[in-house]
């Protein structure tokens, strides 16, 4: 697994030269190729959506980004105008996500760029987000004042990656689910009490950068399938 360097995820005083302006103010070539890539995914679909917009979210839209991050790439749909079945587009819409990140690896300046469908009515909470179609800022981000506690980062990962050690070659299901479950609810209770740098986030991102987080879930998968299969 990859080492993950800690002081990685300290914010920074600027947005990313990469994408941004120093004013803040998309660059034009990273919009367009926002755009381009964004289009080429509705003919992908091969169904007709109506688009409310398209936006670029995640750390890249804010201060917090570091050499793990992706680009997010939002495509906000209102999913009851394709079918009426919420679930069934739900599904539909999840399937056609995954192949495409799978299948394609597309980057910007070395970035990964991630798409997602979004339903309209989809709750989304990022203090960064900005309109590609507008060329505007929907959140526009606010610096940080306060960094994470590295040390307290550094015990809950260690403790953590002790936990996933012990179940990551387990044979009960039960068991990943119990740890996957506690990292969830760990990240969920840090960003409600002090948001992008509680010390439960960034210890949720180094997991996830380091690849323990996918080892949780490819052995929880082939849990799963071992219980339907005869050998």
Known sequence: MPKVKLKSFLPH??????????????????????????????????????????????????????PYSDVDLHIVIEFA?????????????????????????????????ELYPQDQQEPHYSSGVFSLQNN?????????????????????????????DDVIDSENIDDVRRVIEK??????????KSGEMSSENITFKALRSDGSIQKLYDNKFKLFSDSLSIK
């Open 183 to 192: 990292i969830k609810k760990m990240r969920k209770a840090g960003l409600e």
């Open 136 to 164: 505007a800022w929907i959140n526009k981000p606010q610096k940080f004042l306060k960094n994470p506690d590295i040390t307290a980062v550094r015990k809950k990962v260690n403790m953590l990656k002790k936990e996933i």
């Open 13 to 66: 005083k600027t947005l990313s030269s990469k994408f941004w302006n120093k004013d803040e103010t998309i660059k034009e070539d990273m919009r367009t190729a926002l755009l381009e890539i964004a289009d080429e995914f509705l003919t992908y679909l091969k169904v007709i959506v109506d688009v409310s917009d398209i936006t670029f979210t995640g750390s890249y839209a804010n201060y917090n980004y570091t």
């Open 81 to 113: 105008d394709v079918a009426n079945n919420e679930e069934l587009v739900k599904g539909f819409m999840a399937a056609k996500k995954e192949y495409w990140n799978n299948k394609y690896d597309i980057t910007l300046k070395n970035v990964d760029v």
